[in-house]
Nanobody, 122 residues
Framework: QVQLVESGGGLVQAGGSLRLSCAAS????????MAWFRQAPGKEREFVAA??????????YYADSVKGRFTISRDNGKNTVYLQMNSLRPEDMGVYYC?????????????WGQGTQVTVSS
């Protein structure tokens, strides 16, 4: 059973930064692609960023809306994936979800965390 636990969300002013973490257990983390999604109130969940397994080069992939501001990274020794978010905007606000077990790169995954709230004040 794969478990994903996100942390690091909170309230930040526009222009500020946050770093989200997702700790994974019960999976072959180092061989799995990982991703972040978000969902704003009243909107569908949307893709944010994904990273290949280290064995496949650890190549990241980003939604256009976050390119140049967000960075996804992974620490296989800690079974953790991170999302560094800089220059945050009000439109970045929402619940951020970690995902694992890619079924269709980079948008579809089998396992999801419970989410962490990110609030950006203008």
């Amino acid at each position: 059973q794969v478990q994903l636990v996100e942390s690091g969300g909170g309230l930040v002013q526009a222009g500020g930064s946050l770093r989200l973490s997702c700790a994974a257990s019960g999976s072959t983390f180092s061989r799995d692609a990982m991703a972040w999604f978000r969902q704003a109130p009243g909107k569908e969940r949307e893709f944010v960023a994904a990273v290949w397994s280290s064995g496949s080069g650890g190549v990241p992939y980003y939604a256009d809306s976050v390119k140049g501001r967000f960075t996804i990274s992974r620490d296989n020794g800690k079974n953790t994936v991170y999302l560094q978010m800089n220059s945050l905007r009000p439109e970045d606000m929402g619940v951020y979800y970690c995902a694992a077990g890619v079924s269709r790169w980079p948008y579809e995954y089998d396992y999801w965390g419970q989410g962490t709230q990110v609030t950006v004040s203008s």
